[in-house]
């Protein structure tokens, strides 16, 4: 895919105005009736080429070099500091779920997933404290980032091939159905509720992409629904790995109750979706 449309920075600011507000928990929120999911191929080619695009303008090469030095110098990074780091790694998130959804394997490539769980480790490790892990991940981190890394994750992002549009609408009906098989589960280990956020989090991606393409009342409603579950259940994440973290809780063995907000609002997504 090397011929991509590019869009002006005002979209580009929507775009990131939507993905700040991808885990914002808006109380009164409903599912729109019916839910969109209609996508034509066209759609899909757009909705990636702006991904890459949003990408490529915020995820500076010299910038995460210079947020990693200071990691492995002092451990931790400034507030300022904290929050472009932050930025940045939406980027990347952002851009792992439009390859995951729109990609024809539907699995973003190697050194790309590499980069982004790399990232989000870093951050886990200097919000806990965890000095050594600062230093494993953020070594890990630099060495992603020397120049041949970094030109082969380019040419892995441009190497994606698109899906069609009855296989992409396939690929999202079944992560609805496993999302409905976990929520009727009675106890979930923080692995697994991980896993089920993900998913949320890939369709709160793409609907955040459609509106900022094609502003529309159903997908704005269908956004701001799937942010107030990704905003909670990523609060409960948070939580889990800190518990982890100060070894209060086995994060891939020890079961905890899906709390009744979430299984509430999980329940009437996966009841609904055509």
Not at 219 to 231: E, K, V
Request: proline residues 5%; positive net charge; contains cysteine.
């Amino acid at each position: 895919m090397n011929s991509r449309s590019t869009y002006p920075p005002a979209v580009l600011d929507a775009m990131f105005e939507a993905v700040e507000m991808d885990d914002v928990v808006d109380p009164v929120v409903s599912l729109p009736d019916p839910i969109p999911v209609s996508c034509t191929q066209e759609e899909m080619r757009r909705c990636l080429d702006l991904c890459v695009q949003f990408w490529r303008a915020g995820a500076i090469r010299a910038d995460l070099r210079e947020l990693t030095t200071t990691l492995l110098h002092t451990g931790d990074l400034p507030q300022d500091a904290r929050a472009r780091y932050k930025h940045i790694r939406a980027r990347y998130k952002h851009l792992r779920f439009a390859l995951v959804l729109y990609g024809k394997r539907h699995k973003a490539p190697l050194l790309f997933r590499s980069t982004v769980a790399v990232m989000g480790h870093l951050q886990d490790a200097f919000r806990n404290r965890r000095w050594a892990a600062v230093l494993g991940y953020a070594l890990l981190l630099r060495g992603l980032l020397i120049w041949p890394v970094w030109a082969a994750v380019q040419r892995e992002v441009d190497a994606v091939r698109l899906d069609n549009a009855a296989d992409f609408l396939a690929f999202r009906r079944a992560e609805f159905a496993r999302l409905k098989s976990w929520v009727q589960g009675k106890a979930l280990t923080g692995h697994r509720f991980h896993a089920m956020r993900k998913v949320v989090s890939r369709q709160v991606s793409f609907y955040d992409t459609m509106r900022t393409l094609e502003p529309d009342d159903q997908i704005y409603r269908m956004s701001r629904f799937l942010s107030a579950i990704n905003g909670l259940m990523g609060s409960l994440h948070d939580d889990l790995v800190e518990q982890a973290s100060a070894g209060h809780r086995d994060y891939h063995k020890d079961d905890f109750p899906l709390p009744e907000d979430i299984r509430c609002r999980l329940e009437a997504l996966t009841a609904r979706y055509p």
